[in-house]
């Protein structure tokens, strides 16, 4: 469900544009939207609010903003309405209307150089460029996607649920995106995705790995969070990849590119966007 956010504030806010992050504020059980603290030390004094009253924080992508109308669009995936394992944001999102009160924390001003919340960052001479997530990777990917400079050549490999899920992007001659619909045949998550990464890389690297083939520590995704985004440029090799979505699913695909198709663990940058049965921390 795509929203849109309307707000005298927004006419300041620094999005960076690609995969910038922002946080949505969220009142606990029938609680309103709280008075969040403003200024930098945000994340401190929402620690410091008793547990009873603290909002539960949960982080989306900035699809779109238009300052001039002061106006910010976030996607959000409604997951578990049907069960019932649905969080507090999927929840709100789904009875939300036009009208309601929304809070967010995001940045107030357009920097210079790698923006707050933002982690799209290949090296300048990356010619060959992997993208892949689900579903709550797709606003972050066509962000990217539709910023690229013409003549790059990238692979964006998307696994969502429905065939309705499919969004038609403007990206250049040379960016070719490839959907994968879990239903309706019920596929298991991650298990479009895996091979079609798979693919994409021997098509971007011509089968040949781009690195001595090295081995990798698979972090704990249920106990720690699953982000790795490294800086600077990386030594040998033209491909970088960029990987989010489902924590185990992407620790699975991150194993693959770094072990399977050689790729340098530092161009590979993998966020586990979200973990199967864990609730976001807060
Ligand atoms: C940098 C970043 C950017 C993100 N951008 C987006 C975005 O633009 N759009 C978006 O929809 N999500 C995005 N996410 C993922 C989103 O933050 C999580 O899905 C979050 O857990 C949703 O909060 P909730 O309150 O709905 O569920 P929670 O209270 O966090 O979780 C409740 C239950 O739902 C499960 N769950 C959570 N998310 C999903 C899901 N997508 N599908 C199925 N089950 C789920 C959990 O495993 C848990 O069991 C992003 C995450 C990060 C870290």
Redesign the pocket.
């Known amino acids: 469900m795509r929203l849109t956010l309307g707000g005298e504030q927004l006419r300041a806010f620094g999005a960076g544009g690609d ?1 910038q ?1 922002i946080k949505l504020v969220l009142g606990r059980g029938d609680q309103p939207v709280p008075d969040f603290p403003p200024g930098q030390d945000w994340s401190a004094a929402w620690r410091a609010m008793p547990n009873d009253v603290r909002p ?1 924080l ?4 900035v ?1 779109a903003t238009r300052r001039d109308c002061a106006e910010l669009d ?4 409604l ?2 309405l049907d069960d019932g ?7 709100w999102a789904a009875t939300a209307r036009s009208g309601d009160p929304a809070v967010i924390v995001g940045p107030d001003r357009p920097g210079h150089g790698r923006a707050w919340g933002c982690e799209w960052a290949p090296p300048a001479d990356a010619r060959s460029l992997l993208l892949a997530g ?7 990917i066509g962000a990217i996607l539709e910023r690229l400079p013409s003549g790059t050549q990238a692979i964006a490999c998307v696994e969502v649920a429905h065939p309705e899920d499919l969004q038609r992007w403007q990206v250049s001659p040379g960016v070719d995106v490839r959907w994968s619909f879990r239903e309706p045949r019920s596929h298991e998550r991650g298990s479009l995705l895996v091979p079609a990464v798979l693919e994409a890389m021997t098509e971007l690297c011509g089968g040949r790995p781009q690195q001595i083939i090295d081995d990798v520590v698979d972090p704990d995704v249920d106990n720690a969070i699953l982000w790795d985004v490294p800086g600077g440029g990386h030594p040998l090799g033209d491909a970088y990849a960029w990987l ?1 979505g489902e924590a185990g699913v992407i620790k699975k695909l991150r194993r693959i590119l770094v072990t399977g198709a050689g790729l340098h663990r530092s161009s590979v940058a993998f ?1 586990g ?8 921390a807060d």
Do not use: C, K, L, Q
Not at 85 to 91: E, I, K, N, V
Not at 134 to 140: G, L
């Open positions: 995969d992050r539960h949960r982080t989306y992508t699809r976030i996607d959000v995936v997951h578990g394992s649905a969080g507090p944001a999927a929840s689900d579903e709550t990777s797709v606003p972050a989010a966020m966007y979200w973990r199967e049965g864990n609730a976001e």
